[in-house]
């Protein structure tokens, strides 16, 4: 304890030193207001939408005097409502969408036409709280450390600060320790108020709090190795600066490279594309090219299937589920291998401990490509509901009766 | 009575050349002993091996009777160590210099304590509360010392002790030194400075190339080592 407190004092008097953790305390408060921020708009454009959800949906039911014309002009808001977390990672919320407002269409090509890029795995993204931990706070680390030892050689003291402390443990650990602690604590403190705003769970701030100090161990372990060698501190900067390239850029970059090449993925687009074709398609082909194959899907309309006019809704929304249908296979394959990317990229991680920090922060925020593809599938659900509700009217046609609308399946965001 | 300090057939290599050859010598305790020598001749070396930072290639080196080696801390603990051209921290004023030392050496010192060293060598009052970025040499040569003699340490291990002091700091150094040896402090100093070492040492060892070459004692001479006998057996040694 004293010799922490020795080398507290020591540090408070290093202009330098203090400079590099005040600017970590900087960064980090800034990082943890943009999260902030950012997740609050999330949640204000959430809130401003579901306040016209129900309200627009009436409306547009209230010109109708159709179950299909209802059906078609109702909109239904879906959204992943961002964690009590995700301000310190935002991950994946940059790249794929969390909110959409669907209909009784075709639900892939709603899902997807937003989506003209992949949205697939993050390694290095937005300037928030896990990006400062996982990829900036290392530097601020090496810039702190390299010279703990290198710069004592340099000025001459080095020996005889040894021989007054008897032991380079006694002198070194506590002397890099409070700066590591100095440096950990200036990112969390904001971090932690962060937190206790967002009313984010203790487990998870502290599980988030352990990764941190995990990650800006792994890195004191490589600069203490690296430290140790006899060369001069400059020299020492630029290899170290050199690994933190290597470590928290070149490797991901090339990893995402190698994995983006290793695992083909098709696009949003292609789903669009492919969607939008299939149900365009169907008004030009016979009823039975859209009726066989939604049949064979839902037998229980097998006798109410039969389609006699030139336009009937069943009809209509047959095909655009048949679109569905039809872009199964390219969905399927949109979907397993974002997954297969995401498990790659897990595993790529174990290579940098910038891009596990940060994959392990996206993780607890809930904001990683498991969370993004898991909403996509409460939205199928969801839409799985909605036809389920509006089949027996398409098929059995009762009179048009908007108090039955009344018992549309509501969207439940809750994983 | 046991040696404070013993080297014993000592050889250090280094890059495969012998920096340190064969050498040995004893130090009583209460009794200062100077090793003169040229740039190169193996005298920092000494030192370094005395505070276990380099490890003897062949014999040994000894503190209180004990091979360094076998506990290079508590070898530590018996000594105060002066380097050469000694380095404080220039963004620390004096007292938290010394109060930063002496805390990592496991000494606690009261200011008035810290005020009474730094008194002895007569570093400025006015000067003590400054950074010592703005010291001259000299000044940072007397913090140093104030910091050896802070260590209250049974051994002083000196390297070049006197280099920046003017000639009055100097001859008040000899006087301290000998009054910490009268006190029964063990000092091992080594030095280019032949008058110096003469005028304190109570024995002068002349080490040359690795090798010590000769020894020469103040009870042989009548209680002071005659500089003059040195100062020729240096010269003639460093010309052969």
Known sequence: MNALLREARFLAKDRGAVLWIVLALLLSAAATGFGIAEVREQRQTIAALLAEDAKDRANAISKHDAWGDAAYDAFHLTYAPPSDFAFAA??????????????????????????????????IGRFDFAFLAAAVAPLLLILLLHDLRAGERVAGRHDWLVASAGTPRRLWLPRAGVRFGGLALALLVPFWIGAAIEGAGFGAALAASALVVGSLAAWWAIIAVVGRRNASPPALLAALVGIWLMLALLIPAAARAGIEAAVPVPDGAEILMLQRDAVNDAWDKPKAATMTPFLARHPEWRALGTVEKPFEWKWYYAFQQVGDQQAEPIVTAYRQGRLARDRAAGWAALLSPAALTERGLERLAGTDTRAMIAYEDRVRAFHARLRAFHYPLFFRDPPYDPVVLDGLPRYDPAP | MTPTLEARSLVVMRDGAAVLNDVSFAIAPGEVFALLGGNGAGKSTTLLTFLGFLQPTAGDVLVAGRSVGDDVEAARAKIAYLPEAASLYGHLNAYENLGYFLDLAGRKVSRAALDAALDQVALPTEA????????SKGMRQKTAIALALLRDTPILLLDEPTSGLDPVAIDEFHAMVQALAAAGRTVLMVTHDVYGACQVADRVGLLRGGRLVGSFAASDAGGRIDTETVHAAFAAREAA
């Open chain 1, 90 to 123: 935002l991950g994946q919320r940059d790249t794929a969408p969390w909110l959409h407002r669907v209909r009784m269409l075709s639900l892939e090509s709603q899902i997807h036409e937003a989506d003209t890029a992949n949205a697939d795995f993050g390694l």
């Open chain 2, 128 to 135: 003590r509360q400054r950074r010592m970025q703005s010291y």
